[in-house]
C-alpha cells in the first residue's frame, strides 16, 4: 500500500526562492558555457592526437621478441597477456593465478521509491503530494530503513553480514616479451566465474554468525524444510536366508553411500550459508530471499589475446605525447590493425563531443529558466496566467539558450580551428546577405509582378461590338 505525505508552500516562499535561483542559475551558464568552450577544444585536440597517431604508429610483427629498433615507437601489435602473479582474498581464504580477481556484493532489502505530484493554488500557494511505494530489491550496500517515510517499514532492513567489494590486480603481466603497465593491464576484462573452494571451517564460521544475525532479528528460526507426514508401515513379504542377506548387503551399502553424500553436503551447504558456482550465498534459502540476505559473487580475469598501442619504453610501454601535448595509449580485446583501433578512436571522440554538446545546451537553457523564473513565479496567484508566462519563457529560453550554444561553439572553433572557423563564419555571413539583401529585392521583384498581375486580371473587359451585316448582291435585299 503506497503512503502519501502532502506539503504545502506560500506565496511568499515561493517568489523568494525564485530570486534566489537567479544567482545558481547564473553560476549555472557560466560552467555550462565553459564545458561548452573546452568539449570543442578537446575534440580538435583528440581528433588532432588520433591524425598524428594514425601516421606514426608502426605494426609490431613479433611481440615475442624484443626488438630495438622499435624503441620510442609507437606500435601496434597482438599478443596474448599472461600472468604467473597469484592473488588471494584474505577474508574469504581463496585465490588465483589471474591477471584480477573480484568480489561483488549485493543485499537484499527494502527499497524506497517517491514520485511527486505538484499542484498551482488560486493565490500562489503550491500543494506537493508525494507518493512512497516500497519493494524488495538486490542493492549494492545496506539501506538505511529508520529513515524511511511510512512509519510501517521503518527498521525492517538488515542484513546477515557486511562484505565490502574488492578487487587486486596483478602487478606483472606479460605481453609477449614486453610487460603491461599498470592502465593497459586495468584495460583487460576477459572475465570469467571463479570456483571457490573455502575452507570448511571458516564457513561454519561464517554460517555460525549469519545464523546469530537471523535469530536476532527474526526471532527463532523456522524449519527450512515442511514435516513429511509419517507414511502407514507396509507390510513386509517374506523372504528366503539368502534374499534377506542379500538386501540386508545393499541396505548397508546405500545406508553408507547416503550418509557420505550428506556429509559432502553439509560440507559445502549449511544453514545459512551456500555455494552456487562461483556465488556464495548468506541466507536460509537462497532461491526464496529474504530481507538481510546477501549474495558474494567472485570473478576473475584470465589470460586473452590483446591488441595494444603504446609507445615501447624498455621491455614495457608508454603512452604516446602528440605535438599538442595529448596522451595516447590503448589495450583492446582480440586482434585489431592500427588502422581499426584509430577509427574506433575518431568514432568515441565524435560521439563524446556531440554527447556533452547536448548535454552543455540542456544546462544553459536550465541556467536561463532558472535566471527567468521568477516572472511566471510571481504570477503563480493567478495558475492560468502563470502557464502562459511559464510557456512562453520556457520557448524564448530555448531560443536563447540553443543560440548562446551555438554561438559559443562557433567562436571555440575559430579559436582552435581559425581557418576553418573563418571560412564557416565567412560562408555564414554571405548567406544571411544573400538571404537579408538579395533575398529582399528579389522578394521586391515577385512583388511588383505578384501586383502586375493583379491589377491586369482587375481591369474591366470592353463589350464586344456587333458584327456588321456582309453585302450583298441581291437588288430586292
Not at 577509427?343 to 527567468?372: C, H, P, Y
Not at 565567412?426 to 505578384?450: P, Q, R, S, T, Y
Request: glycine fraction near 6%.
Amino acid at each position: 500500500m503506497a503512503y502519501t505525505e502532502t506539503t504545502t508552500t506560500g506565496y511568499g516562499t515561493r517568489v523568494g526562492n525564485s530570486f534566489k535561483s537567479i544567482g545558481s542559475g547564473f553560476i549555472l551558464l557560466v560552467a555550462a558555457t565553459c564545458l561548452l568552450w573546452w568539449n570543442e577544444g578537446r575534440a580538435v585536440k583528440t581528433a588532432k592526437m588520433l591524425e598524428e597517431a594514425g601516421s606514426a604508429y608502426v605494426e609490431m610483427p613479433n611481440p615475442g621478441k624484443k626488438d630495438a629498433a622499435l624503441e620510442g615507437e609507437l606500435i601496434c601489435g597482438t599478443a596474448m597477456a599472461t600472468t604467473e602473479d597469484s592473488l588471494s582474498d584474505a577474508q574469504f581464504g581463496i585465490g588465483a593465478k589471474a591477471i584480477a580477481m573480484k568480489r561483488k556484493v549485493e543485499y537484499y532489502q527494502w527499497i524506497e521509491h517517491s514520485s511527486e505530484e505538484k499542484e498551482d493554488k488560486l493565490g500562489g500557494k503550491e500543494v506537493t503530494t508525494t507518493t512512497y511505494t516500497y519493494s524488495k530489491e538486490w542493492v549494492s550496500s545496506p539501506v538505511e530503513s529508520a529513515q524511511f517515510k511510512d512509519p510501517a517499514y521503518q527498521k525492517l532492513n538488515t542484513v546477515l553480514t557486511i562484505v565490502e567489494d574488492a578487487e587486486q590486480w596483478a602487478e606483472n603481466v606479460s605481453f609477449g616479451a614486453y610487460k603491461l603497465n599498470e592502465s593497459l593491464i586495468h584495460s583487460i576484462h576477459s572475465t570469467e566465474a571463479m570456483e571457490l573452494a573455502i575452507n570448511e571451517d571458516l564457513l561454519s564460521q561464517f554460517d555460525k554468525a549469519a545464523k546469530t544475525a537471523y535469530e536476532r532479528f527474526y526471532g527463532v528460526k523456522q524449519p527450512t524444510q515442511p514435516v513429511q507426514p509419517a507414511q502407514p508401515a507396509q507390510p513386509a513379504a517374506e523372504l528366503s536366508d539368502s534374499a534377506k542377506a542379500i538386501a540386508d548387503s545393499l541396505q548397508a551399502v546405500n545406508d553408507s553411500i547416503n550418509k557420505a553424500m550428506e556429509n559432502a553436503q553439509n560440507k559445502k551447504d549449511l544453514e545459512y550459508v551456500h555455494q552456487a558456482g562461483n556465488v556464495l550465498y548468506f541466507g536460509r534459502v537462497p532461491g526464496s530471499p529474504e530481507v538481510g540476505d546477501v549474495r558474494v559473487t567472485f570473478e576473475k580475469i584470465v589470460p586473452a589475446k590483446v591488441t595494444v598501442m603504446a609507445v615501447v619504453d624498455g621491455d614495457s610501454f608508454k603512452p604516446f605525447k602528440a605535438k599538442n601535448g595529448k596522451r595516447f595509449q590503448t589495450l583492446v580485446m582480440g586482434s585489431k590493425s592500427g588502422d581499426e583501433i584509430i577509427e574506433d578512436a575518431q568514432d568515441a571522440n565524435s560521439m563524446w563531443t556531440w554527447i556533452l554538446r547536448i548535454v552543455g545546451i540542456f544546462l544553459v537553457v536550465s541556467a536561463l529558466k532558472m535566471i527567468f523564473g521568477f516572472l511566471s513565479m510571481i504570477l503563480k496567484v493567478v495558475p492560468f496566467l502563470s502557464s502562459i508566462m511559464g510557456f512562453g519563457i520556457g520557448i524564448i529560453c530555448w531560443v536563447i539558450g540553443v543560440a548562446w550554444s551555438l554561438i559559443v561553439i562557433a567562436i571555440a572553433w575559430i579559436f582552435y580551428r581559425p581557418i576553418l572557423g573563418i571560412i564557416l563564419l565567412a560562408i555564414a555571413g554571405f548567406l544571411v546577405w544573400v538571404f537579408a539583401f538579395k533575398g529582399k529585392d528579389k522578394l521586391k521583384e515577385l512583388a511588383a509582378n505578384a501586383k502586375a498581375k493583379a491589377a491586369s486580371q482587375a481591369a474591366p473587359v470592353a463589350p464586344a461590338e456587333p458584327a456588321a451585316p456582309a453585302p450583298t448582291n441581291n437588288p430586292e435585299a
